[in-house]
């Protein structure tokens, strides 16, 4: 804190969290604010069916924008853990932002998008690791939201998820975390985002589509289908070509 002059005490604001973070083969990474200087950060993991937060060993306080947090993976069953990171400075903690995984992970789900009018499907396996060794007691968690919103509503569910009622022309975006009882865990994957297309244009879309499904079959008539003979042209013997024979005499031979 600063005492200024007239007896008024100023507080430094909190530095701005990281952004951008993301884990790739347990290697954390995030974006700091261009704008903050005098920065560290500290991560912290959550092993898995806990809800204590515990610092990563050799990325506390630190000032880098990375740090391998591979010592963590044996710490925690199946290697699922949660990580965070948060800023500091001069005694001032930004909020902390969760990682996620942009290439996926052993708990982490993989999943496709595939947007209709009015519609999100978020396409999901039953046949995944976590989810057999977890068999009834484990579901999908898919958050969704309109782009730059917080994705704060969710549905839950075993499978593939179809979100409907949605705006039509706007770009809505997921994040898919796995559930063990009522708890999240491991690393959820990193935000995906698809626009919801009009019905007009969805029709237009795929009227090419719609009109070949529509045709019959193609049928041949069989004498289109029979062997067409093939034509012989005759052989005509080319004629002998005859030519003048044209004389060249250089310029010596006509002084002589």
């Not at 604001?13 to 993301?22: E, G, K, R, T, V």
């Not at 790739?24 to 069916?49: C, E, H, I, K, M």
């Not at 706007?170 to 898919?176: D, K, N, P």
Request: aromatic share 12%; proline share 7%; glycine share 4%.
């Amino acid at each position: 804190m600063l005492h200024l002059p007239d007896g008024a005490v100023f507080s430094e604001a909190p530095p701005a969290p990281p952004q951008d973070i993301q884990v790739d083969n347990w290697l954390l990474r995030w974006s700091p604010d261009p704008d903050d200087g005098d920065v560290t950060y500290t991560a912290q993991y959550s092993s898995f069916d806990s809800c204590v937060w515990t610092d990563v060993p050799y990325c506390v306080h630190t000032s880098l924008n990375s740090c391998n947090v591979s010592s963590i993976k044996a710490r925690s069953e199946y290697g699922c853990v949660m990580l965070r990171v948060q800023a500091e400075r001069h005694g001032q903690n930004s909020p902390s932002v969760q990682a996620c995984s942009k290439h996926g992970h052993l708990c982490t789900p993989d999943f496709i998008l595939t947007a209709s009018p009015g519609s999100l499907t978020v396409h999901l396996s039953r046949n995944t690791t976590f989810l057999r060794e977890h068999a009834d007691h484990a579901k999908y968690r898919v958050y969704y939201g309109k782009k730059e919103e917080a994705l704060q509503d969710y549905k839950d569910g075993p499978a593939s998820v179809t979100i409907d009622e949605l705006q039509e022309g706007q770009r809505y975006c997921t994040r898919v975390q796995y559930l063990y009882f009522k708890q999240t865990e491991g690393l959820p994957t990193c935000t995906q985002c698809e626009l919801i297309p009009e019905s007009a244009y969805f029709f237009l879309f795929q009227r090419g589509r719609f009109k070949r499904w529509l045709q019959p079959p193609y049928t041949f008539r069989e004498h289109l289908l029979e062997t067409i003979p093939e034509l012989f042209l005759p052989i005509h013997s080319s004629t002998e070509e005859h030519y003048d024979v044209i004389t060249s005499m250089s310029p010596e031979e006509l002084r002589e």
